[in-house]
């Protein structure tokens, strides 16, 4: 605990091909936990930052960035169509000693069967990725004096290092109040 808040946080949120983008992207999805304990009620993002142990800002992306930066990307599927063309050969002797062939068209079904499916799940999965950054977005939130908020943020960095809480004195945040638009 500092300056009267507590801060639990999680990495390695993520799975699968969302993982994937994390670590190529340099982004990293962070749960946290914030409990204010402290004598005021604090906005997260104006009097309460992070920061991490050696003491510098951590810049935190907007939930939009982070969905953009991490979305699965829905079109990369349609290269399942290139199964299209593909054929299934069936060769078989008669009982008259005559070989016979028969040609089935399976990538007519198999290519886009599998690029549909995998664009359906990418643009679902995504969907609720979405929902979730905007429900449990921080930036912003008002969290009262002996009230826990729980949140989703995004920090575009490479390393898995200690976050901390910062809190502001009540006359630096309403300097900043002031100076912004």
């Known amino acids: 605990m500092k300056d009267g808040v507590k801060l639990e946080y999680k990495y390695n ?21 914030i409990t ?19 003491g510098d800002y951590v810049p935190l992306m907007e939930y939009d960035k982070t969905f953009k930066s991490l979305r699965q990307s829905p079109l990369t599927h349609l290269f399942y169509l290139l199964l299209t063309p593909l054929n299934l050969h069936i060769t078989k002797t008669s009982s008259s000693g005559n070989i016979v062939t028969n040609s089935y068209p399976i990538g007519l079904l198999l290519g886009p069967g599998i690029a549909g499916g995998n664009m359906i799940a990418a ?36 390393s898995y290092d200690a976050l901390q809480p910062v809190v ?10 002031e100076i912004a638009p």
């Open 123 to 158: 643009s679902t999965a995504n969907g609720k990725f979405k929902k979730d950054l905007m429900e449990y977005n921080l930036q912003g939130t008002m969290i009262k004096k002996g009230e826990t908020k729980y949140g989703l943020i995004g920090i575009n960095t490479d």
């Open 13 to 33: 949120l993520l799975d699968k091909k969302y993982e994937k983008k994390e670590d190529k992207r340099g982004v990293k999805l962070v749960a946290v936990s």
């Open 168 to 177: 502001k004195n009540a006359s630096e945040a309403e300097t900043k109040k």
């Open 36 to 54: 204010n304990n402290s004598e005021r009620d604090l906005i997260f993002g104006r009097d309460l930052t992070l920061s991490y142990e050696n």
